[in-house]
């Protein structure tokens, strides 16, 4: 399976989108100008010789906007947002949108772990546990930004030892690229001088309709992966991998989002819907590997997320109430988005059988995340 939709991806051609020259993005610099505790916040845009563009933020290191066209060559902006900075430092509802997430993505139980003999408590903001970092994540911080070219965007931060109740100070780099070939390409890199844990994800909410353009749910999805990591009450993993066997959390084969959402099942109860992380099938401990695809049969618009990986988070936007506004003055409703974050399994540094997120001085973090754009 990965091989053939990799070469079918490689050989698919966009069809009137071959010009450079019309701009699509909205967010302009002035909205996203300000000083947040010295450092200054802007906008930064990238463009590919296709004419897919982005718009990034170095509050959060986040994705505000991503252009991309469908089947006729017409764009549309597929990721959920907000046009004026105000919106995100001071948010209201979903707080992750675009956002670089750390230090720890996902769900950390009762914000608390022991690494070399130590227990280190962590900042709760999710009831218990730790959710995405703490109330002060990668998310709500400045990074430094080099604008490298007109494709390719270089976001640094360093992590005091003790922020969010984490120890060592941490050295993250991490690099946004819009490729040739149509795929956003996302690096971490990062180190470390005192024994830590880590796990970095990407959280843009996508929706291939464009974004505020209605649900998720006639997406047609494909997860790689033969297991998940079931969930207690409060999302934290009980430490089992379950089959996705004749449940509906099998996406073996590409199937409708929307067909067993509702199905009687107790994890979906548990998740409102999904909001899991899957095991991936993966052929090697860490090269690049596909993970994941998203199809969107109107557009024609085609997704696949390739990792290093041995995890990815999915999520159906089960909590969005339609509430919030975006940047297009559409409301963000139940169901209207997805999120699939490559990751290490949530509250890993609790459950020793899965795969270690611990790094240590003179090691590098690395991880790769891609996501692909075609058209079917």
Not at 11 to 40: E, M, Y
Request: aromatic residues 12%.
């Amino acid at each position: 399976m990965k091989n053939s939709l990799f070469i079918f991806c490689c050989v698919l051609l966009f069809a009137g989108c071959q010009s450079n020259t019309v701009k699509h993005i909205t967010s302009q610099p002035l909205d996203f100008r300000l000083d947040i505790g010295g450092k200054a916040v802007d906008l930064y845009y990238l463009k590919n010789k296709n004419g897919f563009e982005m718009a990034v933020t170095n509050f959060g290191a986040r994705i505000v906007e991503l252009w991309v066209p469908d089947r006729n060559g017409a764009f549309a902006d597929v990721v959920l947002g907000h046009n004026h900075i105000d919106k995100y430092v001071h948010y209201q509802g979903e707080r992750f949108l675009g956002a670089t997430i750390g230090r720890f993505g996902n769900r950390i139980a009762n914000g608390k772990f022991s690494l070399g003999g130590e227990t280190y408590q962590l900042v709760r903001n999710e009831g218990a546990n730790t959710l995405h970092g703490g109330s002060k994540g990668f998310d709500m911080v400045v990074w430094d930004a080099k604008q490298v070219d007109g494709q390719t965007l270089e976001l640094t931060y360093v992590s005091k030892d003790g922020e969010e109740g984490f120890p060592g100070t941490l050295s993250v780099n991490m690099t946004y690229r819009l490729t040739d070939s149509n795929a956003l390409e996302i690096v971490h890199r990062a180190t470390t001088d005192k024994h830590t844990v880590l796990n970095l994800t990407h959280h843009s909410f996508f929706n291939l309709h464009g974004e505020g353009n209605g649900s998720i749910n006639d997406h047609v999805l494909m997860i790689d992966a033969s297991a998940y990591t079931p969930v207690d009450s409060v999302l934290i993993p009980t430490g089992e991998l379950a089959s996705v066997a004749s449940t509906p959390m099998d996406f073996r084969e590409p199937t409708v989002i929307g067909s067993r959402v509702d199905d009687d099942f107790a994890q979906l109860k548990l998740g409102n819907g999904y909001d899991h992380n899957w095991v991936l099938d993966r052929e090697t401990p860490s090269d690049l590997e596909l993970a994941a695809s998203v199809y969107e049969p109107g557009s024609g618009r085609f997704m696949e997320v390739f990792t290093t990986e041995p995890g990815i988070q999915f999520y159906g936007g089960n909590f969005f109430t339609g509430k919030e506004i975006g940047k297009s003055g559409k409301p963000y409703g139940y169901r209207e988005s997805f999120a699939l974050e490559t990751q290490h399994f949530p509250d890993s540094p609790n459950q020793p059988t899965f795969p270690s997120t611990e790094l240590k001085p003179g090691e590098e973090y690395h991880h790769i995340c891609v996501y692909q754009f075609s058209v079917k």
